[in-house]
């Protein structure tokens, strides 16, 4: 899901919204190692907490959240991809899926333990709103956990620079300093059972000329991607001196 940074405005999905069979062959093939979760858990092990899902999709993560959390709730402005996520939890004990957009979460205030989003909606400059909004319904000494493809990380940064020329990975990072974010390369595998399920996946996430060269670029059916974890956690309250 990508919703810009407007406070009222979503930005359709260029993917999952107009090919969800595809984008669910794509997250079944993405961290094939497991490197994202094990990363997402050393920083915030959520056992026994309240998750929130934000930009969840058609709620392919929600299940994993589901096996150790006290409850899940994912949350989701596009309709279709809404009824697609409550079927896909339909269940599980403690998940819920909600219709809303990032800037406006369907959550009362401080109600939730971590807040996570992966490639969705907090992309750099623009998603202050958001921010804004995960602050409010995190608890004291909450996380709120973003997971986003590393454009700096060959070969995947440089197809997306290709496609987006004025895409700066370096003014991103900047942003989430400034914005008190710690950020963590993490490498990962794109694994998929053949040569023309990974033509599909390229051909939802890149230009028609871009993603001819991506597929010239790979051999076999399996390439490297880097993301970037970024962290932030909400203070539990001023710290008294002595």
């Not at 595998?189 to 230009?207: K, Q, T």
């Amino acid at each position: 899901m990508i919703e810009a940074g407007a406070e009222h405005r979503i930005t359709p999905s260029p993917n999952i919204w107009h090919w969800p069979d595809v984008y669910e062959r794509e997250n079944r093939a993405q961290d094939s190692t497991g490197a994202l979760w094990s990363a997402l858990r050393a920083r915030c092990e959520w056992t026994g907490l309240d998750v929130v899902d934000v930009g969840c999709g058609d709620g392919f993560h929600l299940g994993v959240f589901a096996e150790s959390a006290r409850s899940v709730i994912g949350v989701e402005p596009h309709a279709p991809l809404v009824e697609r996520a409550r079927r896909r939890v339909s269940g599980l004990a403690g998940v819920d899926v909600r219709q809303a957009p990032a800037q406006r979460l369907p959550l009362a205030d401080a109600s939730v333990d971590l807040v996570h989003a992966r490639t969705a909606y907090f992309f750099g400059p623009g998603c202050q709103p958001g921010l804004a909004e995960a602050e409010r319904v995190l608890r004291p000494g909450g996380t709120l956990a973003i997971i986003d493809l590393d454009g700096s990380c060959e070969p995947y940064g440089k197809w997306m620079r290709a496609d987006a020329p004025r895409f700066d990975p370096q003014a991103v990072e900047r942003f989430f300093q400034l914005h008190g974010f710690v950020s963590e390369q993490v490498r990962t595998v794109w694994r998929f059972g053949d040569r023309a399920e990974l033509a599909e996946v390229l051909a939802i996430e890149f230009s028609p000329k871009v993603a001819r060269r991506a597929l010239r670029e790979v051999s076999g059916c399996a390439l490297d991607v880097g993301y970037r974890l970024r962290i932030r956690t909400r203070p539990r309250g001023l710290v008294r001196g002595p």
